[in-house]
């Protein structure tokens, strides 16, 4: 029997950067300063960081047209409000990311009683955008350190990753119309509550009952409805002025 020869398709190549040819021939002149070959550098870092950053819109525009609605597994005992939770948004948007060579991930720190948690999505070639927010540790519920730093940083989490991603969590509308219009408080309003609350000594069940909490002994006061902030911190500010 003859042999068999075997032929391998040769590799193919890919075309050489114009640039990094270039850079490699000068850098070749015993002559060429050092500054300019640093210049040169610094010229094609611009560069790959320009692709990277235009890889990258293309593959976050791809994979946000695909992105679905998050589900929502949360309730707003409050108002009866359906919203999505931070897990809903993880199981949901983490496999598409993926696909088009994203990843969404978050950077907590801590000084005190204030956490900051930046949300960051990534690009496989390196290109980066993110978005940051801060809120003092949930001290509500009986709660310790490390639970009230736990809660904070998954309500931080959550408002950062549906803020960098442009999706919605559903706190701002119900989509089936029972709570159309309805909107929570932000980090911000939380924080001024949950102060007055704490200044005054006021029984958090109770104050939630007296605003139609369904559920008083279960309420969270990070979906207190944005529309009665107002009224209830006037009557906290009122009961801290012992008026």
């Known amino acids: ?93 983490r496999p598409i990311l993926a696909r088009h060579g994203l990843s969404l991930n978050w950077q907590t720190s801590a000084s005190g009683n204030e956490y900051s948690v930046t949300a960051i999505v990534r690009h496989a070639m390196g290109h980066s955008i993110q978005t940051t927010l801060t809120g003092a540790r949930d001290t509500g519920k009986q709660m310790n350190v490390l639970q009230g730093g736990g809660s904070t940083e998954t309500y931080l989490k959550r408002y950062t990753g549906f803020s960098i991603l442009g999706l919605s969590s559903g706190d701002e509308v119900d989509d089936d119309g029972r709570g159309a219009g309805i909107q929570t408080v932000t980090a911000e309003q939380y924080v001024i509550l949950r102060d007055l609350i704490a200044e005054t000594g006021t029984d958090e069940a109770k104050f939630h009952q007296a605003y139609g909490h369904r559920d008083p002994s279960n309420a969270d006061l990070h979906q207190f409805p944005a529309s009665k902030f107002e009224q209830a911190k006037a009557q906290l500010e009122r009961k801290k002025g012992g008026a």
């Open 1 to 93: 029997m003859n042999a068999v020869t075997k032929h391998e398709a040769p590799e193919k190549m890919l075309p050489a950067d114009p640039m990094v040819s270039m850079i490699e021939r000068v850098a070749m002149d015993p002559n060429l300063p050092i500054e300019r070959l640093t210049a040169l550098m610094d010229m094609r870092e611009r560069q790959m960081n320009k692709e990277a950053e235009q890889v990258f819109n293309q593959a976050f525009a791809a994979a946000m047209a695909e992105m679905p609605d998050v589900p929502k597994s949360g309730e707003n005992k409050h108002s009866g409000q359906k919203y999505s939770t931070l897990d809903d948004l993880i199981r949901t948007t």
